[in-house]
């Protein structure tokens, strides 16, 4: 992940460092499928994605390479959650639509941690008025969305919350 997030997960290795997944995606979901806890379809096992980087990056090719993916895990039927810290394209957001099999099978979970010094803390993310507006396009093409203040930081978080709101509500 190339957010360069202050308080990076990955890099303070609070729930231990992930492992690059070296595999097809044809290979993973055969893998997913094998696994005995996993339940495919509507009622079964929700995917959720993006909690350990970044899935929508600047760099073109890996945003296509997440696209391609989600693409290919939707066919599963599962439901599917995307976390995010990016702004994403009309393109985008119409392309992930038509990855359903069924009315409201993708989340869009964007993260904000503040408004007013989120460069300081998230420096190579888009803004969170610009994730909040993917969100409204997201909404507005009929798909499922929420903002999570994630992570809480009192310093940060509580200083911005009212104006979070506000941004919420124009």
Do not use: H
């Not at 409204?136 to 203040?149: C, D, E, H, R, Y």
């Amino acid at each position: 992940c190339a957010a360069g997030c202050a308080y990076c997960y990955i890099e303070l290795e609070i729930m231990g460092c992930p492992s690059v997944n070296e595999y097809s995606i044809e290979q993973t979901i055969d893998f997913l499928c094998k696994m005995p806890s996993f339940r495919q379809g509507k009622q079964g096992t929700i995917l959720c994605f993006g909690g350990w980087g970044e899935m929508f990056p600047s760099n073109a090719f890996l945003r296509q390479t997440s696209l391609n993916w989600i693409s290919a895990l939707a066919k599963l039927g599962n439901p599917m959650v995307l976390f995010t810290k990016a702004s994403l394209t009309i393109k985008e957001i119409q392309q992930l639509k038509e990855f359903q099999l069924y009315d409201r099978q993708l989340l869009l979970l964007v993260t904000i941690t503040c408004l007013a010094k989120y460069r300081e803390l998230e420096p190579n993310t888009d803004s969170p008025i610009a994730r909040l507006s993917s969100v409204k396009q997201w909404v507005a093409s009929g798909l499922p969305a929420g903002i999570l203040i994630n992570p809480f930081l009192r310093e940060y978080s509580m200083a911005d919350y009212n104006n979070l709101i506000s941004q919420l509500s124009a």
